[in-house]
């Protein structure tokens, strides 16, 4: 079974930045496609970011505008999001996520989920 376990999350003011990292275990002579996504109260779970495979590609969504960049960690199967610029609006519970092929903007895309850490943006 594959684990993958968050962290870097919590408290940062408006402007700030943040810099999360995701970690699997288990299966990790796989190869996984990663991502990352959020979810803030009363919210569906949205897509924030992926990057392919290979470390190649990556892919944002809209409302990251250039604030956030998603990387491949040096260990294999390990991701990182730095965030910048941080609003009051990017108060969530970051997923990190995994798929054994190169996924897309949609959950169903991927095959294993962190717990989540969360992020909270005061002003």
């Known amino acids: 079974q594959v684990q993958l376990v968050e962290s870097g999350g919590g408290l940062v003011q408006a402007g700030g930045s943040l810099r999360l990292s995701c970690a699997a275990s288990?299966?990790?002579?796989?190869?996984?496609?990663m991502g990352w996504f959020r979810q803030a109260p009363g919210k569906e779970r949205e897509f924030v970011a992926r990057i392919s495979r290979s470390g190649s590609a990556t892919y944002y969504a809209d409302f990251t505008k250039g604030r956030f960049t998603i990387s491949r960690g040096s260990a294999k199967n390990t991701v990182n999001l730095q965030m910048n610029s941080l609003n009051a609006e990017d108060t969530a519970v970051y997923y990190c996520?995994?798929?054994?092929?190169?996924?897309?903007?949609?959950?169903?895309?991927?095959?294993?989920w962190g717990q989540g850490t969360p992020v909270t943006v005061s002003s």
């Open positions: 996520a995994a798929s054994v092929v190169d996924g897309g903007a949609r959950a169903v895309d991927y095959d294993y």
């Open positions: 288990g299966r990790t002579f796989i190869s996984y496609a």
